[in-house]
C-alpha cells in the first residue's frame, strides 16, 4: 500500500524535530518553519532563521532532509527566506510556557526569573549560551538563567 503524502504529512514531520538548542521545542513552534505547500509536483518548505547567520540553522535544515528522506519523500525543495525577518512574535504562549519550564526566560518586554517569577533580575551578560540568549541573575533565588531576547 502507498502510504499517501500530503502538506498537513510534512507539517507533522517538521513539528516533530526539536529544535537543536533547545529541545523541549520543535522547530516549527520555534516558527522557523515559515511555511509547507505543494506546488508543481513537489513540496516547498520556506524556514526562516531567528537571526541571519544562525549556525543551527544548518542542522536544522540537515533534519529536515533526514526527516523527509526517513518517510521516503523526495520530492521537496527547502527554501530559506529572510523576509519578513523571524520574530519572537511567532512564538505562541503554549511555547513561550514551555521555555519557562525548561529554565529559559521566555522573550517579553519584562525580564522575570523562570524558576520564582521575580522580576527582581540583573543582567550578567547580553550573551548566553547562544546570541539569542541573554544570561541574567534573579535577585529573590539567586539562581542564574536565559533569557530568550525579544527580537
Given amino acids: 500500500m502507498v502510504k499517501e503524502i500530503s502538506v498537513d504529512t510534512i507539517w507533522e514531520l517538521l513539528h516533530k524535530i526539536p529544535d537543536p538548542e ?6 516549527v513552534e520555534l516558527g522557523v518553519v515559515r511555511n509547507v505547500k505543494f506546488n508543481e509536483d513537489n513540496f516547498h518548505i520556506t524556514v526562516t ?3 541571519s547567520g544562525c549556525p543551527a540553522m544548518s542542522f ?11 518517510e521516503g519523500i523526495s520530492n521537496y525543495q527547502l527554501h530559506t527566506s529572510l523576509a519578513p525577518p523571524w520574530t519572537t512574535d ?5 511555547v513561550k510556557e ?5 529554565g ?9 526569573c523562570p524558576q520564582c517569577d521575580s522580576p527582581k533580575v540583573e543582567s550578567i551578560s547580553e550573551f548566553g549560551s547562544t546570541a539569542c ?8 533565588c539567586a539562581e542564574i538563567f536565559h533569557y530568550f531576547k525579544k527580537f
Fill in 104 to 112: 529559559i526566560a521566555p522573550p517579553s518586554e519584562k525580564v522575570q
Fill in 49 to 51: 532563521p531567528t537571526y
Fill in 60 to 70: 536544522m535544515k540537515d533534519e529536515i532532509v533526514r526527516a523527509m528522506e526517513a
Fill in 90 to 94: 511567532w512564538m505562541s504562549t503554549e
Fill in 22 to 27: 533547545i529541545p523541549s521545542i520543535s522547530i
Fill in 133 to 140: 540568549k541573554a544570561l541574567y541573575k534573579c535577585n529573590t
Fill in 98 to 102: 514551555k521555555l519557562k519550564e525548561a
